[in-house]
């Protein structure tokens, strides 16, 4: 469903890091049920790659939208030479937080900064926003209210560069989708490039980030794929999880996606649990090919007509060309999920019609 194009399209660079450094920050800004206190937990993880065992200070200084200090927090820790060390602090509550949501977009700061011996190893500064995702009474809920999805799938696309996207470009793309309304984007079907997903924060875009996992009619409705073979679980595993390592801090990833149309089997299984693991927030996950591993019911290309049965409670779950579904595959139908049509209108050449039956 892509540009078959060859060549390196990201980013490729080199860092040097300190002997004794951060080796990763999870801040899992929330909040809490009443909607308006916020909850940030703060865990950094220190290595100590000298040959000497060090003693280091991990300070968190939380800074409102407009720069003013919020909160402080600092922790010290022990770390053995040629190892890590991870800790955890919570910030909360926090009363009255602006929140965030795809209406109103309002970030944090968050600077992190690393100290041994009374001097400044590193500072790393790094947006969050406060807002909660939920499954409830069959709605996806975010801060509290329902969320009615206008969405588009979104390939890295550039009219010169090819795959290689720039963040003017991708700018642009976003704010032509804010523009006509669009408050979602698929990443169809990989994560996209890191800086795609800071000006969903910034401009206000609820993001569903999918795994690079496709195997398509090899696999399309069926256990073959990585389905349950042994041999293929631990690459789909590898991926979902650092899909979730890379992009659990951004506020806009409201929705994991585990692949697309790479069938189903015990590999999915695997993943979901993997996934749910590497992001302690435990954000919802979709995935159109296996939805009894996935928090929300999703189907590509399903018509009005089935979607109307879908919202009165008696539709039966197939395939897009009519494949039969099992409870292996897909669980107990009719479903009580929440739906979201992951894909539905697929305009190549000039076809794209009867957009006004699915509104």
Not at 131 to 143: A, K
Request: proline content about 6%.
């Amino acid at each position: 469903d892509m540009w078959r194009l060859s060549g390196i399209f990201r980013d490729v660079f080199l860092r040097s890091e300190a002997a004794v450094d951060l080796a990763d920050v999870e801040l899992r800004a929330g909040l809490a049920a009443d909607c308006t206190t916020g909850t940030l937990a703060f865990r950094p993880v220190v290595r100590n790659s000298s040959d000497r065992a060090v003693t280091v200070d991990a300070a968190l200084e939380l800074r409102d939208p407009t720069g003013g200090v919020v909160r402080t927090s600092r922790t010290t820790l022990q770390v053995e030479a040629g190892a890590e060390t991870r800790t955890e602090l919570a910030l909360d509550p926090i009363p009255g937080v602006l929140r965030w949501s795809a209406e109103t977009p309002h970030l944090y700061t968050a600077l992190v900064t690393l100290m041994a011996g009374g001097k400044t190893i590193s500072v790393h500064p790094m947006r969050l926003g406060f807002r909660r995702v939920e499954v409830r009474n069959g709605q996806l809920l975010v801060n509290g209210q329902p969320v009615l999805f206008k969405g588009v799938n979104r390939h890295e696309i550039d009219l010169l560069g090819g795959h290689h996207v720039t963040p003017d470009g991708i700018r642009r793309d976003l704010l032509l989708m804010k523009r006509y309304n669009f408050n979602a984007v698929r990443c169809s079907h990989y994560p996209n490039t890191p800086v795609f997903y800071n000006l969903c924060d910034e401009l206000g875009l609820y993001v569903v980030d999918e795994a690079n996992i496709e195997s398509h009619a090899v696999s399309y409705h069926r256990n073959i794929l990585p389905g349950s073979k042994p041999q293929w679980e631990a690459a789909t595993v590898d991926r979902v999880e650092r899909m979730a390592i890379r992009d659990r801090n951004h506020p806009c990833v409201i929705l994991w996606s585990l692949g697309n149309e790479a069938g189903w089997g015990q590999a999915y299984h695997a993943a979901r649990a993997a996934l749910l693991a590497a992001d302690p927030e435990r954000r919802p996950i979709q995935y159109a090919d296996m939805n009894l591993v996935a928090d929300i019911e999703s189907q590509t290309y399903p018509t009005p007509s089935w979607l109307d049965k879908y919202a009165a409670g008696t539709a039966q779950r197939k395939g897009e060309r009519g494949e039969k579904t099992t409870l292996q595959q897909h669980g107990p139908q009719p479903s009580t999920k929440p739906f979201l049509m992951n894909e539905y209108a697929h305009a190549m050449g000039n076809s794209g019609g009867n957009l006004d039956e699915y509104w």
